[in-house]
């Protein structure tokens, strides 16, 4: 089941955010905290995948001072990739975000070929490159979809 989390889901989700980044680049810098997730989950807007009381997968984006969303975070367990989680999961989200009529943008690792193919199909296509976005090794794509007329 597809659903909004709530205040109670921040356990599981960060549990799931320290495990799912394990064949990631710079994998140790990745996840948030548990008290980040505390207040994404209420405060942010999150959606999850779950499986009985398992969490399968996770999006995060919260708005930004400049009037945009932010799509911070998207995760797939390991076990269950390539099966449509993902795509799921931006459907949800990004639903929630056409709500409010506003852009979108997102970083990613420029060697994220998966990730980058996901986001292109729902339309990140604005493309800026960043120079050590976060460390100086860790540069980035900050990808753009802008907001969704009607
Ligand atoms: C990126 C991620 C969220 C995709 O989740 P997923 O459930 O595997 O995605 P889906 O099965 O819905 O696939 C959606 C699309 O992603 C792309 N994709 C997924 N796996 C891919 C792979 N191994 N290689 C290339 N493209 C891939 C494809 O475009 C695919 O669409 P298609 O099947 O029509 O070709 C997942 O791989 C993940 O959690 N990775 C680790 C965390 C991460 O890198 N997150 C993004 C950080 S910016």
């Known amino acids: 089941m597809i659903r909004r989390a709530k205040p109670t889901d921040f356990l599981a ?17 990745i996840p948030d905290g548990e008290h980040a997730w505390r207040l994404w989950c ?16 996770a999006a995060l984006a919260f708005p930004t001072l400049s009037g945009t969303f932010c799509l911070h975070k998207i995760f797939v ?6 099966g449509g989680v993902g795509t799921q999961l931006m459907e949800q989200i990004l639903a929630a975000i056409d709500e409010q009529a506003v852009d979108c943008f997102l970083t990613v ?14 339309g990140f296509t604005e ?20 907001k969704q007329k009607g």
Do not use: K, M
């Open 42 to 57: 209420e405060h942010g807007i999150v959606v999850l995948q779950e499986d009985g009381d398992r969490v399968l997968g």
């Open 127 to 146: 493309r800026v490159y960043v120079n050590g976005y976060y460390r100086e090794s860790e540069d980035r794509f900050v990808l753009t979809r802008l």
């Open 109 to 122: 690792d420029p060697q994220n070929e998966a990730a980058i193919r996901l986001y292109e199909s729902f």
């Open 13 to 29: 989700v960060a549990a799931l955010d320290r495990d799912a980044w394990s064949e990631n680049r710079e994998a140790t810098f």
């Open 77 to 82: 367990d390991r076990s269950c990739r390539g």
